[in-house]
């Protein structure tokens, strides 16, 4: 059965947990990351009660062995890898502690290195499909956000370095630029005045952006995306 690792998982209504549900109903055997054993668990039992094959492995992103011993467990057959970690971590810089700017660079970039490396080595020969997820952040830096803005600008130009690294490998790498507030739980619930505000209209349909990701998954050899952006209708960009 082929496999697919994806890391950053969290609420069901969250995109790591979409991705992984989407994968499942591919076929895949789909290895659910991320910090929070009861969340990874709810995602499992969601795709095993739709008939499909999964495990919950808790691994810190930042984590280099974890991250190791996650791959580990895939085994053989890995066909695809998300990387879906990312936490906004607003904030100005004269006020910013090194340590929280750190910390950020950690959680978007550093865990991508350490999970991409570990992607790329276990696919060997055979090829596969190592995407990323990015932000609107990825492509700009903006006030009170240059934490955040810096390290997916990194985790940005990683992924075109190991697009270019490993596509002559059958390695196509994918950066995913989400452009927007995501509908999902983190900003309807951690955030519901700001959802409210929004509303529907103004929040990105998780299934849309997972079709991204299909698409991406989905292309042939001589036909590869290295990059696509999605956001809603009415979003100012
Ligand atoms: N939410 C948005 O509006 C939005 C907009 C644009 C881009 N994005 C990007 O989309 C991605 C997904 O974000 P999301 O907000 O929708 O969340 P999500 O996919 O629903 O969940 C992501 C999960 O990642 C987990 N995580 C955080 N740090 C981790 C670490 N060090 N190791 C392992 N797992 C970790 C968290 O788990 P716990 O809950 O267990 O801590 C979190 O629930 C991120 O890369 C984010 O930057 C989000």
């Given at each position: 059965?082929?496999?697919?690792v994806i890391s950053g998982v969290g609420p069901i209504e969250g ?21 929070t054993q009861t969340k990874l668990d709810a995602v499992v039992s ?44 607003p904030g100005r810089i004269a006020e910013m502690s090194a340590e ?138």
């Amino acid at each position: 059965m082929k496999k697919a690792v994806i890391s950053g998982v969290g609420p069901i209504e969250g995109l790591g947990a979409q991705l992984c549900i989407r994968f499942a109903t591919k076929g895949l055997h789909v290895l659910v990351a991320g910090r929070t054993q009861t969340k990874l668990d709810a995602v499992v039992s969601a795709i095993k009660a739709n008939g499909g094959s999964a495990e919950a492995v808790v691994a810190d992103s930042t984590n280099e062995s974890e991250t190791a011993a996650l791959f580990d467990q895939a085994g053989s057959d890995l066909d695809v890898a998300i990387y879906n970690t990312g936490n906004n971590t607003p904030g100005r810089i004269a006020e910013m502690s090194a340590e929280f700017f750190e910390n950020s660079w950690r959680v978007c970039c550093f865990g991508g290195f350490l999970f991409g490396r570990e992607a790329v080595n276990r696919f060997a020969g055979n090829g596969g499909t190592l995407l990323f997820t990015g932000a609107s952040a990825s492509l700009r830096g903006r006030e009170n956000f240059g934490a955040f803005n810096s390290s997916k600008g990194a985790l940005r130009n990683l992924a075109q370095a190991m697009a270019k690294e490993y596509g002559r490998d059958g390695v196509h790498v994918g950066h995913v630029v989400i452009d927007g507030p995501i509908g999902g739980e983190k900003i309807k619930k951690n955030l519901p005045e700001y959802a409210e505000k929004l509303g529907e209209q103004g929040m990105i349909s998780i299934d849309g952006i997972v079709d991204g990701y299909d698409y991406l998954y989905n292309q042939p050899k001589r036909a590869w995306t290295f990059e696509i952006d999605v956001r809603t209708s009415v979003e100012k960009w």
